[in-house]
């Protein structure tokens, strides 16, 4: 029996851009008033609807700017949609973008607080898990190092060790793992691989449709903020792999 834990019905996300070029706040009130400023609707989802069921791993592929930013954003809750409806069923621990949700003037172990607490987590519960989460992201010498300090794939081992900590019903990856080296690429695979065997459900965007073709069992192509197909992940990735 199949358990529907995400259903996306017929969004649509737009960005409204401004066009013109206003050289000063004086102008842009000026130009406000009279009604002036010319905005360019732009349409980054459309008309986007499919569902994924518990234990799916759904891959995410299409160019740069194709909209699976916009489309997990809206997953994780951090984008409305302008139009349509989403429904996520479980927890989501959204790793979205590197170093988002993290405080650059606190060190990695306030962070790892911080960030702990708008996950969800009490005091209590991060302390058990603060030297997992620290041997995890190969952090030990840097526990009391600003973060502002850090490199990007630094960034990314620690997002990554705090949103896995404690396994999510739904985690959503996007790209953030590209920056990280390849070893710690293979051990957070691993993890996700073994959350993939508990159950968990997964939604990845990366550039690497080898690990896309390792790690899903199912993909999704946007195409310019539509949705070109969707389905087995041989047959998705093949046809995106010859375009
Ligand atoms: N906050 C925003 N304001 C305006 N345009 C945006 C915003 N976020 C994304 N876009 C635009 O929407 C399109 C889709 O972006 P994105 O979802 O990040 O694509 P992808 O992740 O597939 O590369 C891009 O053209 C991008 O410039
Ligand atoms: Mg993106």
Same mark, same amino acid.
């Given at each position: 029996? %199949?358990?529907?834990? @995400?259903?996306? *019905?017929?969004?649509?996300?737009?960005?409204?851009?401004?066009?013109?070029?206003?050289?000063?706040?004086?102008?842009?009130?000026?130009? #406000?008033?009279?009604?002036?400023?010319?905005?360019?609707?732009?349409?980054?989802?459309?008309? @986007?609807?499919?569902?994924?069921?518990?234990?799916?791993?759904?891959? $995410?592929?299409?160019?740069?700017?194709?909209?699976?930013?916009?489309? /997990?954003?809206?997953?994780?809750?951090?984008?409305?949609?302008?139009?349509?409806?989403?429904?996520?069923?479980? %927890?989501?621990?959204?790793?979205? +973008?590197? &170093?988002? &949700?993290?405080?650059? +003037?606190?060190?990695?172990?306030?962070?790892?607080? /911080?960030?702990?607490?708008?996950?969800?987590?009490?005091?209590?519960?991060?302390?058990?898990?603060?030297?997992? @989460?620290?041997? $995890?992201?190969?952090?030990?010498?840097?526990?009391?190092?600003?973060?502002?300090?850090?490199? %990007?794939?630094?960034?990314? *081992?620690?997002? $990554?060790? @705090?949103?896995?900590?404690?396994?999510?019903?739904?985690?959503?990856?996007? +790209?953030? /793992?590209?920056?990280?080296?390849?070893?710690?690429?293979?051990?957070?695979?691993? *993890?996700?691989?073994?959350?993939?065997?508990?159950?968990?459900?997964?939604? /990845?965007?990366?550039?690497?449709?080898?690990?896309?073709?390792?790690?899903?069992?199912?993909? #999704?192509? #946007?195409?310019?903020?539509?949705?070109?197909?969707?389905?087995?992940?041989?047959?998705?990735?093949?046809?995106? *792999?010859?375009?």
């Amino acid at each position: 029996m %199949s358990d529907t834990v @995400i259903q996306v *019905r017929d969004v649509s996300m737009h960005f409204n851009l401004m066009e013109e070029k206003v050289d000063s706040i004086k102008e842009y009130f000026v130009k #406000l008033i009279k009604g002036q400023l010319l905005y360019n609707d732009f349409v980054a989802l459309n008309h @986007i609807s499919f569902d994924v069921q518990k234990g799916d791993i759904l891959g $995410f592929v299409g160019f740069n700017g194709a909209g699976k930013s916009t489309m /997990l954003k809206i997953l994780a809750g951090v984008l409305k949609p302008t139009s349509g409806t989403v429904k996520v069923k479980g %927890s989501v621990a959204p790793l979205i +973008e590197v &170093g988002a &949700g993290f405080d650059p +003037e606190l060190t990695a172990r306030e962070n790892i607080y /911080l960030n702990g607490a708008i996950l969800g987590f009490s005091k209590k519960f991060i302390d058990e898990r603060f030297d997992s @989460i620290i041997e $995890f992201a190969e952090l030990r010498d840097f526990v009391n190092v600003p973060v502002k300090n850090f490199s %990007s794939g630094m960034y990314a *081992r620690l997002g $990554f060790s @705090i949103a896995t900590a404690v396994q999510p019903d739904i985690l959503i990856v996007d +790209e953030v /793992l590209s920056v990280g080296d390849f070893r710690f690429q293979q051990k957070c695979e691993e *993890r996700i691989q073994k959350m993939i065997k508990d159950g968990v459900t997964i939604l /990845l965007v990366s550039h690497d449709i080898g690990m896309i073709e390792r790690l899903c069992n199912k993909v #999704l192509w #946007l195409d310019h903020g539509k949705m070109r197909d969707i389905g087995a992940v041989n047959k998705i990735c093949h046809a995106y *792999r010859s375009v």
